[in-house]
Each structure stands twice: as C-alpha cells, then as structure tokens.
C-alpha cells in the first residue's frame, strides 16, 4: 500500500492515542497503554501490517471478556545471575515481552549472556521488536515465540497441533537499523490462504493441505486443512524447536494445550516465548564487530544482481524503510 | 540404505580404527584422531551419509595439502565467566566443535546460560552432534556454522554470497534421544542437482536456480547457479543470520572471504560457529520441563495421521534408530 493506492493516512501519533485512549477505557494503566500501543503500531510503520492495528480489536475483545489481564504485574518465578522465567500475569504480550527483554538485557549488563522464558502471556505482536531492543544495546538479540493458533500438523500429521511459531533474530550495525530475521515458519501466511478462497483462486501447491494432510492448490479446502512448513518436514522440526524453546522452559501451553486467539476469548491463553542476548562486547571489540558486519553487508549488496533484480536488501531493511516513510507520511490506513 | 540393497556392512569399530589410523599416519595425534574420527562415523550411523566418511578424503587432502593443522590446540582469546572466542587454530573442526561445546558446558554448570563463539576452524560435520552433547547433559543445545562453501545468492542476487550455513537445536527428553533440530537453509541439498544433472533429468522449480538467478528446472544450468533458500526470501535472511552468528562474534570467513572446501586445500578456512547452552534446571525442575517434553511428544505422535502415513518421527528420532541398527548391524558401504 502507498499513497498512490490510498489517500488515507494517519499520524503515529494520532494512531497511538487513539489506542492508547481505548486501552485505557478497559483498564490498561496508562503507561502500560502507551508501551503497548507504540510497540503494535511500529508493526504498521515498518508495513508489517498483519501484526499491526488490524489486530487491536481481538485484543480489547480478550480484555473485555475476561481472556487477558489489563493491570497484569508480570513477576519473576525464577532467576539464576543470567537467566529467569518470568510469569507474565496474563497480561497484554507486548508489554510482558517488553518487560522479558529488558530482564535479559539487563542481566547481560556485566557481560554476560543472559536468556529470560515467559509463560503466561499473550499474542506479542511482531517477534523483531523485541530482538531490536537488544541490537539497540550492541548485542544480539533473540526472540522466540508459540503461535497463539495451532494452523499447522506435524510432518504426516493431518491434525493441527504446531503453532506457525515466529522468531527473529538482530544483529547490531552502524547503520541506521539493525540486520534483523523475523520469520514464521510456513511457506505463506494464512491470510493470502483466505484472500485466494474469497477470489475464488487456486493457491500454488506447497501453501497448503487439505484436511487428509495431502498439498491441495483448492483455497478453499486449504483453510480446512494447514499450512505447509518452509522446506517441508525442515520447516515442520524447525516450529517445533522454535514451539519448545518458548514453552519447555517456562511451562507455557504447547500442542494440545494452546488455545485459539480469536475463538476462546475468555480463557487465559498461557502463551510462551524466550529471550536471549548476546552481548557483542564480551566478544570482541564492538568496532571490529561492526567493521565485520558492514564488510559483510558490502558483501552481499554488491553482489551481482539477478535478471530483473537492481538492489539487494539487508533483512530488516524494507522495514526500516517503511518506518521511516511512516513518519514522514504517516500510516495508510485501508477503507473502513 | 539397508542390508537388503547392500551386503556390505562394516562396523563401528572397525571404521573408526582405519580413520584412526589414517589420521596418525598424517600427524593427528592419536587421541584427536579417536575424538574426530568417533564424531565423523556417527553421522554416517545416523544415516546422514552427506556428513560421514564419505567426506574423510578431503579432510586427509586438506591436512596433506597444508590447509587444515593436524596438530591444532585451540586457544582462548577472550572470555567473561558465560562467553568465549575459541581460536580453533586451524584444527579438524569435528575436534574445535567438540572443544568448543565442552566449554561452553562447563561455563553453565554453575547454572548460567553460556555461548562460546568460534574462528579458525573447519567443517564440523553435522551441526546436530554439538547440540547434542549439551542435551546429554540436560541443556538445550545450540549449534551454529557457516557452510564451507559459497552456494546461496543473495535473495535479488546472482553470486555465490552465502553458505548453506546449517545449524541444530537439542532438546533434552526422557526417552534415549534427544529431541533435536539440525537443517540447513536450502530447500534441497546440491548433492541431489549433481544426481539429476548425472541421470539426465529436470529438477523442480524451487530446487535452484542458474547463473543469472532465476528458478530452473535445467539440472546442468543449476550446477552453474545457486541453490534456493527454503521460503525463498525468508530463507535468504535464515542463512544470512546462521552465518553471521557464526563469523561476527569470532571474525571468522563471511560473505567473499569464504574458501572453497574442495578447492583451495592449501588454504585455511578461517570457517566459524556459534555454540550455546541453557541448562533446563536454572528455568524449571527438571522433572517438570521432562514431563513437559513427553506431553508435547504425545501429541504430535497421536496426531491424526495424513493419507498414507502411519507415523509421526520426532526431529532426530529417525537418525537415532538408524543409529541403533548401525550399532547392531554395521555400518552400510557403497561400492568402491
């Protein structure tokens, strides 16, 4: 979407009181609504925007029906000198993975590496916000996730028990973003799934099974079924590892246990991630870190490009982009 | 392979003693050469052949030749109480892996998470190997590495710019494997172009690409091109990220600075990994993260099964039993 498609855009600002006001209506504290809110709409700004605004209603919905806690108080359940698990009072995702990362990143002051596992939280937004704030303090920051639906079986499986569970990791660099990774693990996301059944369209043939658990190109029959993993059964150990690290830990729901974000709104979700920082410094000088990083960058830009092709992004970068347009512009937002 | 295609079988013990004893003959001293030799033959156990013995002659090559030190004794150039560089001083990388794992273990045994990254090594075999180690010891185990040559482009690129760069997570559990992760970032391993370019017979689409980028279907045009990353784009920032979590802590080889493992054998590698340990007990009871373990295993095995599956394999559970039957049985030989 740009502002040639759409003449509809709102300011950052404007967006986050918006929220930030509704929030508080149901209970969120203040300074609890403003983190939450700045952290969904940088979702937006970047142009991530299934993981942005769009998914406010299902939020206050789970507030108002009892599903999530509004004044959750997260607390730490257990801690050694680099690690803990912190119980996130049910509370609203983007505010207990903010609180897990700063717990992390805070650990890791002296060096350390540090890695905090959250049980009893929600939907956190996007995976890379988290993984940033570690980049922002030069170290290397991970962000683990469990899906808050089950679209997806295990390899020969036809019944849905894994999470398209995301992660990202990032990397600190002297530009103006950091190199970041935040993937879910199926080849296409639902939602282009449900676009192509309501057009009527045949999808291609590695997005999806039917409900036999066999690839279907029928849109339709796909979204009885589940989506198919990236690289096949790669993909399928590569969510489940990404589903373990972020409820083995801390005791978070895993498999038959994880509920339905937009169905079962009343019930507490008890969703999982886990955190990790990697401070560059212990390492190696910072300065011969990110001399390394911008030699590698410079590696990969100045490739020779493919037919078609006339530049090579950094992963994170057409984000960075976006977010800087955003500010400039402000936020497109569709027809109501 | 199993006994009904092959009558050729040799077992562990054997193997090993002949690796053993071709490693002395070139300077490895004797109990490097079990270590090393113990950890290569495992792989073919595994029946992950790709990574086994088949690989012997050019790690003999690389010692004759010059470019990989038989006698290496890795070194530690910096470290804090949880992290460490480990110059791999040019050493077979089955032993700097080995090395470097052991260290980060013993870094967490007073319950701190720990990673140690690693330069100067070489190829390590199979990335599952390390994380296991730390599994063995009631750890969730990372393995990171950066392939030992150059196959991925860029995603909008057409130049050999990134390994295949594979990394594992170990996961430990009650039953006698652990449940483990170990993948690399392409959708389909090279091996397997060679095959079809030999047979005369067209690849699918998303197999690679040739040398101007684009998808092939042309065996041959392939082998000239690159191989495509698993989820196409999210793939490419996979690799990119395995890669650099395996070079920008050390100052290992990335992006142009990567040798080629069959080509320039009189040259060191400088290749990288990344090593990472969280010791399940500083999180929760053991026993309770165990229970846990067996809980989600449960439901993803009494998942329905798709048309014509009968079972669900935990990630590592099909090389474990290939395991078992090489213990029993040998292990299968090809034609010479």
Chains 1, 2 share one sequence.
């Not at 590496?113 to 009893?120: D, L, M, Q, T, Y």
Request: proline residues 6%; contains cysteine; hydrophobic residues 40%.
């Amino acid at each position: 979407m740009n502002s040639k498609e759409n003449d509809n855009f709102i300011s950052e600002t404007a967006l986050v009181n918006f929220c930030v006001g509704v929030l508080e209506k149901i209970g969120v504290p203040r300074e609890d609504a403003i983190l939450a809110s700045k952290n969904l709409i940088e979702a937006d700004m970047r142009g991530v925007y299934s993981h942005g605004v769009v998914r406010f209603p299902i939020y206050v919905k789970r507030i108002l029906d009892g599903g999530t806690n509004p004044k959750a108080k997260p607390f730490i359940e257990r801690e050694t000198r680099t690690t803990a698990v912190l119980n996130g009072d049910n509370g609203l995702g983007h505010l207990v993975g903010i609180q897990a990362m700063q717990l992390a990143i805070d650990k890791a002051k002296e060096g350390d590496c540090s890695f905090v596992a959250v049980n009893n939280s929600n939907h956190f937004g996007t995976a890379a916000y988290y993984a940033e704030m570690a980049a922002r303090q030069n170290m290397i920051g991970f962000s683990f996730t469990i899906g808050a639906i089950n679209h997806m079986a295990p390899w020969g499986g036809a019944e849905a028990m894994l999470g398209n569970n995301p992660f990202a990791i990032a990397f600190p660099t002297r530009e103006d973003f950091p190199v970041v990774l935040d993937m879910a693990c199926s080849v296409a996301a639902r939602g282009k799934i449900i676009v192509a059944a309501k057009e009527g369209k045949p999808i291609p043939p590695d997005w999806a099974t039917g409900p036999d658990g066999l690839p279907t190109t029928d849109a339709v029959e796909a979204l009885k079924g589940f989506v198919i993993p990236v690289g096949g059964p790669k993909g399928y150990a590569l969510t489940m590892a990404v589903g373990m690290l972020s409820t083995m830990l801390s005791g978070a729901a895993f498999g038959r246990d994880v509920g339905e974000l937009y169905e079962k709104t009343a019930t507490a979700q008890n969703s999982g991630h886990l955190f990790g920082v990697l401070p560059v410094a212990s390492f190696d000088d910072l300065d011969a870190y990110l001399d390394r990083m911008q030699k590698g960058m410079s590696d990969l830009r100045t490739a020779k490009k493919a037919a078609g092709f006339d530049r090579i992004y950094m992963p994170g970068e057409r984000e960075h982009i976006s977010l800087l347009s955003a500010r400039e512009a402000g936020i497109p937002i569709g027809p109501c």
